[in-house]
């Protein structure tokens, strides 16, 4: 099984990356092949809007790691993706991110992802109430499966600011080992 880990979190050790590295861990011991990436080591370009790959191509026209991340999501088995809560929202890294998967689909929106993917969304969050920003998370949600990834869960992070902190909240890093276990 192939596995795509993208963050969107600056933070190396962060909370995000905290709760993605245990979920990548438990997932090599189970003989899955993992590529973990992280968004912010990337030149990150937004969607330039050309349409290019609605129209002529089947891919992104830009030249970069973020088109060639985009061509291995295509083919990965399993997908995690997550980011930090800045101002509401997802990060600013992973939103570029989500804006470029715009190119995964053709001029009739069927997605060129294959089908039979399965994902894990992950959000790290400083506010305490688990659900204060659900919109935001489930329109991330809405997009991945629209991509033919079913989502088979979210872990929130909540409550969190300090770096890897979330690995003191047991309730959390329990849902992120059982989320590992039903990929
Ligand atoms: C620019 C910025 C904006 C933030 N905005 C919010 C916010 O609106 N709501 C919230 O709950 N936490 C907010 N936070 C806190 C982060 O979501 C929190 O620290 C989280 O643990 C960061 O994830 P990381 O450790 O993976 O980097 C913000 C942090 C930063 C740096």
Known sequence: M?????????????????VISTMTGILEEKGYDI?????????????????????????????????DLLEKLKEADRVIIGAPNYMGAVSGQLKIFLDRMYSLKDSNRISRVAKGAKGVLV????H????????????????????????????????????????DKNEI???????????
């Open 173 to 183: 890093m329990e849902k992120a080992a059982e989320a590992s276990a039903n990929l």
């Open 35 to 67: 590529e973990f990436i992280r968004l912010n080591d990337f030149p990150l370009q937004g969607c330039q809007a050309c349409k290019y790959c609605r129209t002529k191509g089947d891919k992104c026209l830009l030249d970069d790691g973020i088109s």
């Open 128 to 167: 305490s109430n688990r659900d204060a920003y659900e919109k935001s998370y489930s329109s991330v949600m809405k997009i991945v499966e629209s991509n033919n990834i079913e989502v088979t869960d979210i872990i929130v992070a909540h409550g969190v600011e300090i770096p890897g902190e979330v690995r």
């Open 2 to 18: 192939k596995v795509l880990a993208i963050s969107g979190s600056p933070r190396k050790s962060g909370n995000t990356e905290t």
């Open 123 to 126: 959000f790290a969050q400083g």
